[in-house]
């Protein structure tokens, strides 16, 4: 079973389209994280939620919207989507209590044409 | 705040010879460091952590690394190199609040035959 999953893992889109990306744990964590990498591979945090209470909220757009509906879910929610939206985004999750090691899913490459 | 310093974007090293990646630190609290690998098309999975116990740390595929306070380093080192070992890594710190990982830029390391 696999601990972290994302979908899709791609995903083509035009410009000003919205799209959504899912990701789900079974590892029984209480934080789910998205993290953003750019093309020259740098990994920035966007959001995290605990418990689905949301804890982190980094310098986005607000075209970017998370939803936490349980402690096993996190979904990304993106507007009106525009050419420098293009990454890859991860999914991860980690218990908040142990030392803070996170568990990633495989990507979700973005790109908008 | 805290952060992370990789020197080196890229290395490179030949098949069994010693890999040595560099990753120094800043942090206001006792950090928990971090080495993640990431594959080509994959997720980043753990290597190996600090979370203040032995200063030297063994991970995963042969790998270790070192903390040393004085030097604010987390250098990681592998005694002979694997074409398998190809890959780009991270080095990551917990943010402030414990409730994050703060990545570096990556090191992309190459193996020749």
């Known amino acids: 079973d696999t601990a972290v999953s994302q979908t899709p893992k791609y995903l083509v889109t035009q410009m000003g389209n919205d799209k959504s990306i899912k990701c789900e744990q079974n590892l029984g964590h209480d934080t789910m994280y998205w993290y953003k990498q750019d093309s020259k591979k740098f990994l920035k945090i966007m959001f995290s939620?605990?418990?689905?209470?949301?804890?982190i909220n980094e310098t986005v757009p607000n075209r970017f919207s998370p939803k936490s509906p349980d402690k096993a879910h996190l979904n990304l929610h993106i507007n009106s989507l525009e050419l420098g939206d293009s990454a890859v985004y991860f999914c991860?999750?980690?218990?908040?209590?142990?030392?803070?090691?996170?568990?990633f899913g495989e990507g979700s490459r973005l790109t908008v044409l | 705040a805290q952060s992370v310093t990789q020197l080196g974007s890229h290395v490179s090293v030949s098949e069994g010879a010693l890999v040595l990646l560099r990753c120094n630190y800043s942090s206001s609290v006792p950090p928990y460091l971090f080495w993640y690998v990431q594959y080509p098309n994959q997720g980043l999975q753990l290597l190996l952590k600090y979370t203040s116990a032995a200063t030297l740390v063994k991970g995963i595929n042969g790998f270790e690394a070192e903390f040393k306070k004085s030097e604010t380093s987390f250098h990681l080192t592998k005694p002979s190199a694997h074409m398998r070992d190809a890959a780009e890594y991270f080095c990551?710190?917990?943010?402030?609040?414990?409730?994050?990982?703060?990545f570096g830029k990556g090191t992309t390391l190459s193996v020749s035959s």
């Open positions: 939620y605990n418990n689905k209470e949301l804890i």
């Open positions: 991860a999750s980690s218990d908040i209590r142990n030392t803070g090691e996170l568990f």
């Open positions: 990551a710190v917990t943010d402030q609040a414990g409730t994050a990982l703060i």
